[in-house]
């Protein structure tokens, strides 16, 4: 655990930095969220959570680095999972919008108190009722999530009622004709 939380500051100390290294490529994002999707299943399961997904079936090319939009989404799908109630459902939204590249996970869980919206893709904030969970999350997950989301020119929202749920909304440009030709 202490491993990771250094590895998750260094990170965050390059992206002030720009010292980020990206590996940048057309991506097809269907593919890339289906196949995360897959990944937290399992952790969804264990805690009695279901999962669906809503994508289109032709792909939606945006210019990304694949493993770290990869980390966008485990991220915000171990949050959906730690923080949900069991029996509870996330569902997983990919969608096209006037040149963007839109996808959203959206759970049931504790959600997140109004006054805390503001602060939780604050490095080392974690909200008031996330504190008092029996999880033991370091605070840094959405602070990294933001961090790569803005190094590919996109946007990550939030949309949150406590004791109702959450819905993350990630935003990225589509790629151009040109690149998709390559």
Known sequence: QLGKYVNDLLFLARAETANLQFEWDTVNLVELVASATEDFQVMA??????????A??????????????????FILGENACRYSVPGGHINV??????????????????????QDLGQIFNRNFRSENAQRSSD????????????ITNAHGGKIKVDSVEN???????????????????
């Not at 289109?56 to 989404?73: C, F, I, S």
């Not at 909304?169 to 004709?177: C, E, Q």
């Open 45 to 54: 399961e264990e805690n009695t959570l279901s999962v669906s997904l809503d």
């Open 56 to 73: 289109p079936t032709d792909p939606v090319w945006v210019r990304a680095d694949k493993q770290r939009l990869r980390q966008v989404l």
């Open 93 to 114: 939204s990919l969608w096209v919008d006037n040149k963007e590249a839109n996808f959203s996970l959206m759970d049931q869980g504790i959600g997140i108190p109004a």
């Open 164 to 182: 109702m749920g959450s819905t993350f909304t990630v935003t990225l440009p589509l790629a151009s004709t040109l690149q998709n030709a390559t």
């Open 136 to 147: 033991i999350g370091t605070g840094l997950g959405l602070a990294m999530a933001k961090s």
